[in-house]
């Protein structure tokens, strides 16, 4: 089977977004025990959860290094959730591809890494998958503003990225208002860092609809409670 032909076999077996209008909570497996990855994910599923968040870090974007291809590649044969991958890495046009052949669903690149943005989310699109953009907490909103509503999902972080359990930096989440207004009601917004039941609402108020949500589910004991506590916030 030649590459092309690969893709698209690849590109009829992927998951899906939910559509957009439901609030979402996507645990990033950042914090999950990595020896034990499938019973983690399986753990959230079983509570509903859809979309599961994953954390790509190259130690040179960010000053931190996670996993490659070949874990999204084992996560795939696991779960039917969402692979939700976020590429914090210098080079996502050189990486994509092998996620997506791993088996990721969607992939969002950071705007800071990328010189044609428009070219890339093609070129995601065209390798099966949906499309994200998302932006560093110190990087204007102006930055994605002509590709915003190119994308299925649009990520703002509300955390520097690089590592978990951080706080919410409420001055990068109010961007989401701003990114609500350019992209409408149909593309999620997705906000990325401390987010627990004390800062979902407020995100929610500024227009995010997806919720990734790291130390908050894999960083307690009680998965199934810690997702309850902050879904119980989230539709309140
Ligand atoms: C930060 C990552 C986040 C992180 C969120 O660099 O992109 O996805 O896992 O973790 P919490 O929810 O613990 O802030
Ligand atoms: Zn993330």
Not at 169 to 188: H, L, S, T
Request: hydrophobic share 45%; aromatic share 6%; with cysteine.
């Amino acid at each position: 089977m030649g590459q092309e032909d690969f893709y698209k076999v690849a590109m009829m077996e992927r998951r899906q977004l939910p559509k957009a209008g439901t609030l979402e909570i996507a645990p990033s497996i950042l914090s999950a025990d990595f020896a034990n990855l499938k019973a983690e994910v399986d753990q959230v599923t079983a509570e509903g959860i859809e979309i599961i968040h994953v954390d790509v870090m190259d130690g040179h974007f960010v000053p931190n290094i996670t996993l490659g291809p070949v874990v999204v590649k084992w996560l795939r044969r696991y779960t039917d959730a969402v692979l939700d991958t976020h590429l914090m890495i210098t080079d996502p046009k050189k990486y994509a591809p092998e996620f997506i052949k791993a088996g990721a669903d969607h992939i969002t690149f950071h705007i800071e890494t990328v010189d044609d943005p428009t070219a890339f989310i093609d070129q995601l699109r065209d390798l099966g998958v949906t499309a994200g953009v998302t932006l560093n907490p110190e990087t204007p909103v102006e930055s994605i503003e002509k590709v915003a509503a190119l994308c299925d999902m649009v990520l703002v972080m509300t955390v520097h990225p690089g590592f978990g359990g951080q706080s919410f930096i409420d001055d990068a989440a109010r961007k989401c208002q701003r990114i609500r207004e350019i992209v409408g009601p149909d593309i999620r917004i997705e906000v990325d860092g401390g987010i627990d039941v004390s800062t979902v609402a407020t995100a929610k108020s500024y227009g995010a609809d997806t919720f990734v949500a790291g130390n908050a589910v894999f960083g307690k004991p009680d998965r199934a409670a810690a997702i309850a506590a902050i879904k119980e916030v989230m539709n309140g």
